[in-house]
């Protein structure tokens, strides 16, 4: 993130629309995330349901900050 001369700039890798946020299927996606990190499965893969949880956290919190 970057302000001079009037101007902010941001980077981003990933940029959605909080309007365009299904609560359910967030909510969905964390539960499964936790899952699969609770999985003693040796094929699941870690690092993805890492991922994949943080997304979803971070999709319920703008959600539910714009309610």
Do not use: P
């Amino acid at each position: 993130f970057y302000i001079g001369n009037n101007r902010a700039t941001l980077l981003a890798d990933n940029i959605e629309d909080v309007d365009l946020i299904d609560i359910d299927r967030a909510r969905a996606s964390e539960a499964k995330a936790r899952k699969r990190l609770k999985s003693s499965d040796r094929d699941a893969d870690i690092h993805r349901a890492q991922i994949a949880l943080l997304k979803a956290i971070n999709r319920i919190k703008a959600k539910e900050s714009d309610l």
